[in-house]
């Protein structure tokens, strides 16, 4: 039953890997390299950005009306769109072009996240696999960053890195599809943890709704602009590098911000999260190496715990609501993202510099901290939605 579980929780992690770590986040690594190879400029960045987060919003909505596909068949359909729409950057085209895929990529992307949330969570159970699960997306990360160190290092194109990391994600998604159909032959287990069912302080949903909001709008600019923000101000080191940082912290950091989550419930980690994590994005304001670099320590090490935190905070109330909470704080968090590059972009345009994104995307996570903080955030946790008659089937659809 433990090598079960095990090995489910290697599949999850897979999907999201695919999904996330190559989908959404192999981008920023290869952004410098596309507008160095002119496959991109650097407002046309801003746009494929915006667009794949939009997409991501609309796939988080698709999803909730997809409640009754099961979840296997949505990550195998959600990964075989995600490695298309990456080797499709292998081929010139316009640059409209290539927003319009970054947003097909972002609408994957979502899927991945929901079904592979829902798959593990709720259809087998195992919520306290959450960890493991969200880790997949700094190890894709990681995984896709040095796939493309090792491109540039080979003086290949953006558009030859594109088509290795389209077949990755091949490799990685089949491997993650034939492990959930050996285990799907098996008897799940169906097992809860009453620990996690009973975690101290709480947060409402229409609170927890704006808190991941807000999460989504803070973290992204430095997700999105990182390596350009330390081009220059590192000019030995291949800013790819310190992007695999970035998700190297996110892979430990699932596991350390599920423990305080246990031993402090939602409001009190959940605070301390966006605490650190907004230090991490203001610390490029002080234009040293240093601080770019435990930026990117901090904000990868943060940003996956949000979710972290977050989900399993959302799956405790998710039966009296009527409406599938998963999906509709993946929207919120896809919102945020939506907004935080229009405005980086914006300021850009105004100062020539990402100072004010940055201070923004600051302030905006401690915002989020303070409505999670036990005193300010209450402990009435759902009272304001009543139970639903298809409760049981809403907790099944995560």
């Known amino acids: 039953m433990i090598r079960s579980e095990r090995l489910a929780e290697v599949a999850a992690a897979l999907v999201l890997v695919v999904g996330m770590g190559f989908g959404r986040f192999a981008f920023t690594g290869l952004y410098p390299l596309m507008v160095a190879d002119g496959q991109l400029s650097l407002t046309g960045g801003s746009y494929a950005a915006s667009a794949n987060y939009a997409g991501y919003l609309v796939g988080a909505l698709l999803t909730a009306a997809l409640s009754s596909v099961p979840s296997r068949m949505l990550c195998a359909v959600s990964i075989a769109a995600t490695a298309l729409t990456l080797a499709l950057l292998a081929l010139p085209q316009p ?3 290539l927003v319009v895929i970054r947003g097909l990529s972002g609408v994957a992307s979502a899927v991945t996240m929901v079904a592979a949330s ?12 959450s960890p493991a699960l969200f880790s997949g997306v700094g190890i894709g990360i990681l995984f896709s960053a040095e796939v493309i160190a090792a491109g540039s290092v080979l003086s290949l194109s953006s558009w030859s890195i594109w088509l290795l990391l389209g077949l990755a994600c091949l490799v990685c998604g089949g491997m993650a599809i034939v492990i959930q159909v050996v285990l799907e032959r098996e008897k799940r287990s169906g097992r809860d943890s009453p620990r ?79 605490i650190v994590q907004g230090i991490g994005v203001a610390l490029p304001l002080l234009h040293a190496p240093v601080p770019y670099l435990l930026s990117a320590l901090l904000v990868g090490g943060t940003f996956m715990g949000t979710v972290t935190i977050a989900m399993p905070a959302a ?23 939506i907004i935080g590059p229009l405005i980086a972009s914006y300021l850009f345009a105004q100062t020539q510099a990402f100072d004010a994104s940055l201070a923004v995307a600051a302030v905006v996570l401690m915002l989020a901290a303070a409505l999670s903080f036990p005193a300010v955030g209450t402990n009435r946790s759902v009272a304001s939605f009543p139970p639903s008659e298809g409760a049981d089937q809403n907790r099944r659809n995560g």
């Open 95 to 97: 640059e409209w072009l």
């Open 315 to 337: 799956r405790r109330v998710a039966h009296m609501l009527r409406f599938n909470i998963l999906a509709i704080m993946t929207a919120a968090y896809g919102l945020g993202q």
């Open 118 to 129: 829902r798959w593990l969570l709720s259809d087998r159970g195992q919520h306290n696999g």
């Open 196 to 274: 996690d069912e009973d975690r101290p302080g709480t947060v409402g949903a229409r609170r927890l709704i704006v808190i991941y909001g807000l999460a989504g709008f803070g973290y992204i600019v430095t997700a999105t602009y990182l390596p350009l923000l330390v081009k220059e101000a590192i000019a030995p080191i291949d800013p790819v590098h310190v992007w695999a940082i970035f998700g190297a912290a996110a892979i430990p950091s699932c596991f350390l911000w599920h423990r305080l989550y246990r031993q402090w419930g939602t409001n009190l980690s959940l605070c301390a999260n966006l």
